[in-house]
């Protein structure tokens, strides 16, 4: 935070700068990764369906962390790069105040990989506030920022090329903090990413 104060010399504003702490917040959801079968059921000049496509389970895909993560930062928009998914929300001023930031990436917990958005914030968030929020990365999950990269295939040493998918529309799809999730610090992350954005 910037402030000016006038020290009543002409033309030589005061600069007062003080920095704000803040902490992090993660909100964990569940992935879902697909890959084209080997032996697809339509033909050049069909339209491919979902059913022309196999699933990998989250646990057999823990290896692909770099190579999804890696992909998310070189997809990054230039207004991106230092707020994240913050930067396209304009709702609630007062949450735009206190998220500076909301990083999208993979990470693998307990084993299994899992979609991450690690926001930046300073000070409390109110309950209401943490629901807007949570609102608003489902909304980028499922139809913003989310949908644009589940369009694009990542390439992987293990599976060829996949379609990460960071909501699906069944009932065991959900975003939830650590503390509802139940996680210890040792549970959180077997190896965490860079979260600076030069995604």
């Given at each position: 935070?910037?402030?000016?104060?006038?020290?009543?010399?002409?033309?030589?504003?005061?600069?007062?700068?003080?920095?704000?702490?803040?902490?992090?917040?993660t909100f964990y959801c569940p992935l879902k990764i697909v890959r084209e079968s080997e032996e697809p059921d339509y033909e050049w000049d069909e339209e491919v369906t979902?059913?022309?496509?196999?699933?990998?389970?989250?646990?057999?895909?823990?290896?692909?962390?770099?190579?999804?993560?890696?992909?998310?930062?070189?997809?990054?928009?230039?207004?991106?790069?230092?707020?994240?998914?913050?930067?396209?929300?304009?709702?609630?001023?007062?949450?735009?105040?206190?998220?500076?930031?909301?990083?999208?990436?993979?990470?693998?917990?307990?084993?299994?990989?899992?979609?991450?958005?690690?926001?930046?914030?300073?000070?409390?968030?109110?309950?209401?506030?943490?629901?807007?929020?949570?609102?608003?990365?489902?909304?980028?999950?499922?139809?913003?920022?989310?949908?644009?990269?589940?369009?694009?295939?990542?390439?992987?040493?293990?599976?060829?090329?996949?379609?990460?998918?960071?909501?699906?529309?069944?009932?065991?799809?959900?975003?939830?903090?650590?503390?509802?999730?139940?996680?210890?610090?040792?549970?959180?992350?077997?190896?965490?990413?860079?979260?600076?954005?030069?995604?």
């Open positions: 935070m910037a402030e000016s104060q006038s020290i009543e010399v002409p033309f030589q504003p005061d600069i007062t700068v003080e920095a704000k702490p803040t902490q992090e917040l979902e059913e022309d496509f196999e699933e990998i389970p989250s646990a057999y895909a823990e290896g692909c962390v770099d190579e999804i993560n890696d992909f998310i930062r070189n997809c990054e928009e230039p207004d991106e790069e230092h707020r994240g998914l913050m930067a396209y929300y304009y709702d609630d001023p007062a949450i735009r105040e206190k998220v500076f930031s909301a990083i999208p990436s993979v990470r693998d917990v307990n084993g299994e990989l899992v979609g991450v958005f690690e926001c930046e914030i300073s000070g409390e968030l109110t309950v209401s506030e943490l629901e807007d929020l949570r609102s608003y990365l489902t909304g980028q999950a499922s139809d913003g920022w989310g949908e644009g990269l589940e369009q694009h295939g990542v390439k992987t040493a293990d599976f060829g090329e996949i379609y990460v998918s960071f909501w699906n529309d069944s009932n065991d799809w959900s975003l939830q903090t650590e503390e509802e999730m139940g996680l210890s610090q040792a549970e959180k992350r077997t190896e965490e990413p860079s979260m600076g954005m030069t995604m």
